[in-house]
């Protein structure tokens, strides 16, 4: 038999075994690290029904993000505008936009503009954007300075939202937030760039803003 099997055969298993942990081991490294927010969603632009220019509307034409977000400051979700909200505006302007043909047909119907939706935190994530507008927190923190044609022209998500991602604020939220009436100003400075770290301390601290204490905190 040691014609047909030589010695070294005898070492194999072992080394089949070796080398499956480590290819194991491998892939899990891989998936742990790449499969995050961070690769898998940051820059996801789906093509929507519309067209819409958060650069021109917002950047431009200088309408508050208030209002087509209506709900924004006043509840936990960020409201995507009815089309009665576009055809206020758009009754009027390029009233025949082809471009505009989804918004007047929801118009007329009463069905939703079938938008796609980008920014999803998972279902038992338990995220408040009024709780965050009140204390600082501005859009541009999660979605980026939208006024600009660079990142206003194609809505896509631009931070990971990931558990790391709000922990890394929850963390040092002083160095982030802007004073409460510029919270929609999206291009106005957070308080510590311009300064202000001291009065921005002074604010974490009245508002009592800190780390969540336990997982029930943001997991419900």
């Given at each position: 038999?040691?014609?047909?099997?030589?010695?070294w055969s005898n070492r194999l298993p072992?080394?089949?075994?070796?080398?499956?942990?480590?290819?194991?081991?491998?892939?899990?490294?891989?998936?742990?690290?790449?499969?995050?927010?961070?690769?898998?969603?940051?820059?996801?632009?789906?093509?929507?029904?519309?067209?819409?220019?958060?650069?021109?509307?917002?950047?431009?034409l200088g309408l508050d993000c208030r209002?087509c977000h209506v709900a924004v400051e006043?509840?936990?979700?960020?409201?995507?505008?009815?089309?009665?909200?576009?055809?206020?505006?758009?009754?009027?302007?390029?009233?025949?936009?082809?471009?505009?043909?989804?918004?007047?047909?929801?118009?007329?119907?009463?069905?939703?503009?079938?938008?796609?939706?980008?920014?999803?935190?998972?279902?038992?994530?338990?995220?408040?954007?009024?709780?965050?507008?009140?204390?600082?927190?501005?859009?541009?923190?999660?979605?980026?300075?939208?006024?600009?044609?660079?990142?206003?022209?194609?809505?896509?998500?631009?931070?990971?939202?990931?558990?790391?991602?709000?922990?890394?604020?929850?963390?040092?939220?002083?160095?982030?937030?802007?004073?409460?009436?510029?919270?929609?100003?999206?291009?106005?400075?957070?308080?510590?760039?311009?300064?202000?770290?001291?009065?921005?301390?002074?604010?974490?601290?009245?508002?009592?803003?800190?780390?969540?204490?336990?997982?029930?905190?943001?997991?419900?």
């Amino acid at each position: 038999m040691s014609t047909v099997f030589p010695k070294w055969s005898n070492r194999l298993p072992l080394q089949l075994a070796i080398f499956i942990v480590v290819l194991g081991g491998l892939l899990t490294a891989g998936v742990t690290y790449y499969f995050t927010p961070k690769y898998t969603r940051v820059g996801y632009a789906p093509v929507q029904p519309v067209p819409f220019s958060h650069a021109l509307h917002t950047g431009q034409l200088g309408l508050d993000c208030r209002y087509c977000h209506v709900a924004v400051e006043k509840g936990p979700h960020s409201t995507v505008p009815a089309s009665q909200t576009c055809m206020n505006c758009h009754s009027v302007i390029k009233k025949d936009s082809p471009l505009l043909a989804p918004v007047r047909a929801s118009f007329e119907s009463g069905d939703p503009v079938p938008w796609v939706k980008i920014h999803q935190a998972p279902d038992f994530v338990y995220f408040n954007h009024s709780v965050h507008l009140a204390r600082g927190v501005s859009c541009v923190e999660c979605h980026g300075n939208i006024t600009t044609t660079e990142l206003g022209e194609t809505m896509a998500q631009r931070q990971p939202l990931s558990m790391s991602f709000c922990l890394d604020c929850h963390r040092d939220p002083a160095s982030r937030i802007r004073d409460p009436k510029d919270v929609f100003n999206l291009n106005s400075s957070r308080l510590a760039a311009q300064g202000k770290a001291d009065e921005a301390a002074k604010l974490v601290q009245h508002w009592k803003v800190k780390p969540p204490q336990s997982c029930s905190g943001c997991h419900r």
